[in-house]
Structures are given as C-alpha cells and as structure tokens.
C-alpha cells in the first residue's frame, strides 16, 4: 500500500517564518541554541570568509560619499565586514553574541562590543545612529520583526540600513544539517521588505546573489575568496539577476536550486 507523503509544512514553504511565534522561554532556548553556533562553525574570527569587494559592489556603493557618525554593527563578529568604510564611520556600536570576536575597533575606528539579548532589544535611544549593518545575522534570530523593528528604532530618519541574507529554508530545519547551526534558515524577500515597510524603511536597492557554484567552484580552484574577487562578483550577480525568476524558499529538486540562494537590501529609514 503507498503512503501519502506528508504536507510540506508552511514553514518550509516560506508561508510563516519559523522562529518569529516563539514565547519568552521558546527565545530563551533559541538564543542558547545560536549564541556560539556560528563561532563554532567558523573558528576563529580571521578564518571567516573575506565579502570585502561584494559588499562594496552590492552595498557600499550605494552610500555614496557620505559619511558617519555612528554605525550599529548587528552580528558584528571580527567587524572584517565592516572594512570598505575605513575612514568613513566615527564609531561602531557592536552586538555579538561570540566573546572571541570582540575587538577595540572595527575599520580603524572605535568599537563598542556588547552582548545581544534574548528578546532582540537594542540598548541605544532613539535615532542614535545614521548606519546600520546585518550581514548572514538575522537568519540565525527567531523574532526577526522584532529585531527589524528595534533597527528602525535605533536609526535616525535618512538612516541607511544594509542587509544580507540567504532567502532560501537552507534544507529542512527540522533535522540536523552539517555545516549549520541548529535553527538557521533562510528569509523569503517578500517577507524581508514587508517587514522593512513595518519597520518605517524604503528599500533603495536589492541584489540577488550568491547562484550555485560561483561561491564552491573558485574555491575548489584554491582561489581566494570568490567574493571579494571583482569578476567573479559581477559574474555571479549577473546570473543571479537571470535566474531570480526560478527562485523559490523551499528547494527540494535540483532544479529549483538553480536560482540565486541570498541577496542584498539596502533600505533607508523614512
């Protein structure tokens, strides 16, 4: 007798985000799960991948000219991110949960480190920054509108905040996956701007990146890093953009693979 296959639950079909229902002691336990997740996956902070020229390319230019007087690094680690602002950012206010990461300055200026908290909230006033970075972070955060809400917060109006994350489940987040932490997933991008547009931001600019192949290939070469390499930056988004149409959150067959696995926002606050 054949069984049915049982319903995709929806969230593997990016319907509800997994995470974002979760009551105080289901956060607490989250937070537990992730707060050194990512450091033990990476080792120590100057093994993580090098995003410098991707970074400029999809985020940084965006910014123009502009300088600022203080940037909210979310997820901070090393704050090797953070590196193309040189000379740019008076100072950095961090939130990384891995004590291994902290560090005196982020791009040659100041930095402050500070502990993340269960609930998201952000120990700044009101408006007491004009920059704003996430980069892979919220993905790893349960209540991410939460965390999206307390960015608009802490962002003075004309803000800018940029963004990068993987927009596909990252496999079924019910079972173990090699190489991930234990609750990560990735965040659909319909949902990402409905909560961008509830947190009081205008997207300005999204890329999609990060196609199957242009990030693993380079490597298996022994290239360096294939995104902070100019070509293979500007070749992967242009594959990206030609195949954003096939993108989808849950991907069980190869050919729903086929399509860009993150992308960029940079949003301003209004």
């Not at 000379?87 to 480190?113: K, L, M, N, S």
């Not at 989808?248 to 993150?262: E, I, M, V």
């Amino acid at each position: 007798m054949s069984r049915t296959a049982p319903p995709v639950p929806d969230t593997l079909l990016g319907k509800r985000l997994h995470g974002a229902d979760l009551d105080a002691a289901g956060l607490a336990a989250w937070f537990a799960d992730e707060q050194e997740g990512y450091a033990r996956i990476v080792g120590p902070a100057d093994g993580a991948e090098a995003y410098g020229h991707a970074n400029r390319f999809h985020a940084f230019r965006f910014l123009g000219e502009r300088q600022f007087e203080c940037c909210l690094a979310l997820g901070a680690a090393s704050g090797r991110e953070y590196a193309p602002l040189a000379g740019r950012v008076r100072r950095f206010v961090a939130i990384e949960p891995g004590r291994g990461f902290w560090r005196p300055t982020i791009a040659g200026a100041p930095a402050d480190y500070r502990a993340p908290t269960p609930d998201g909230r952000i120990d700044l006033p009101d408006g007491a920054c004009d920059l704003a970075g996430s980069f892979g972070v919220l993905h790893h955060i349960a209540n991410v509108p939460d965390v999206m809400a307390e960015l608009g917060r802490v962002l003075k109006p004309s803000g800018v905040l940029i963004l990068r994350e993987p927009i596909a489940s990252l496999g079924d987040f019910r079972v173990a996956r090699p190489g991930l932490t234990r609750n990560e997933r990735g965040i659909p991008p319909a949902m990402m701007e409905r909560m961008l547009a509830e947190a009081g931001f205008s997207v300005v600019a999204r890329r999609y990146v990060n196609f199957p192949g242009t990030r693993e290939l380079p490597a298996r070469l022994g290239l360096a890093s294939a995104w902070d390499n100019r070509w293979i930056v500007r070749l992967d988004y242009w594959i990206s953009r030609l195949t954003a149409w096939n993108a989808r959150y849950w991907r069980p067959r190869l050919r729903d693979k086929l399509a860009p696995r993150s992308a960029y926002w940079v949003a301003i606050r209004t």
